[in-house]
């Protein structure tokens, strides 16, 4: 069973940039699939960021584009995430996910096994 | 495309049925519509994929139906474990949107 674990900060300032970590075990990133990061903010709804395969290709979120990068290190297997210049609207569970296949189509924006997230908040 | 979904809240009794809907302000290809399963504290759960094919080990009193723009996810009868929040989600074009999501509460 394919497992992921989010890290990250906790706690963040404004102008700061959040790095968030998710490793993954019992399975190999590199054997395919995209993989993504999706945020919540508290008492709200979910917000796609960005998405990632292990060759490279890249999805992005075109409201976060500009602040958001998103990298793989298929030596750890584990995925990555930076946003900088945070600010309290950045504040969010963040998790980590796989991206699903229909019929072997890469589907880059949609996931079926989850992080458990991470929750970062960012304030002075 | 936009996702708006109907009703906010859905108060419905165990073991009674319960139809909640997704509807989008642009095309969306019935491909590219997911719905997911929140509980409080816990990751998103996706229940269905394509628009009405279940994902792996989701019981079959969830069903979805539905082409663009309206969609609907059906929980046939409730069980206690279904109570919790449904987001729909069109991952078809960016920026792969979710619904505002459908609170589904013990009546």
């Known amino acids: 069973q394919v497992q992921l674990q989010e890290s990250g900060p906790g706690l963040a300032k404004p102008s700061e940039t959040l790095s968030l970590t998710c490793n993954v075990s019992?399975?190999?990133?590199?054997?395919?699939?995209?993989w993504g990061w999706i945020r919540q903010p508290p008492g709200k709804g979910l917000e796609w960021i960005a998405s990632?395969?292990?060759?490279?290709?890249?999805y992005y979120n075109p409201s976060l584009k500009s602040r958001v990068t998103i990298s793989v290190d298929t030596s750890k297997n584990q995925l990555s995430l930076k946003l900088s210049s945070v600010t309290a609207a950045d504040t969010a569970v963040y998790y980590c996910?796989?991206?699903?296949?229909?019929?072997?189509?890469?589907?880059?924006?949609?996931?079926?096994?989850w992080g458990q997230g991470t929750m970062v908040t960012v304030s002075s | 495309s936009v996702l708006t979904q109907s009703p906010g809240t859905l108060s419905v009794s165990p073991g009674e049925k319960a139809s909640l809907s997704c509807r989008a302000s642009?095309?969306?290809?019935?491909?590219?519509l997911a719905w997911y399963q929140q509980k409080p504290g816990q990751a998103p759960r996706l229940l269905i994929y394509?628009?009405?094919s279940r994902a792996t080990g989701i019981p079959d009193r969830f069903s979805g139906s539905g082409s663009g723009p309206d969609f609907t996810l059906t929980i046939s009868r409730l069980e206690p474990e279904d109570f919790a929040v449904y987001y729909c989600?069109?991952?078809?074009?960016?920026?792969?949107?979710f619904g505002q999501g459908t609170k589904v509460e013990i009546k």
């Open positions: 394509g628009a009405s």
């Open positions: 642009q095309s969306v290809g019935s491909t590219y």
């Open positions: 996910a796989r991206s699903i296949t229909i019929f072997g189509v890469l589907m880059p924006r949609a996931f079926d096994i």
């Open positions: 990632i395969y292990h060759g490279g290709s890249t």
């Open positions: 989600q069109q991952y078809g074009s960016s920026p792969g949107t």
């Open positions: 019992r399975y190999s990133i590199s054997s395919g699939y995209y």
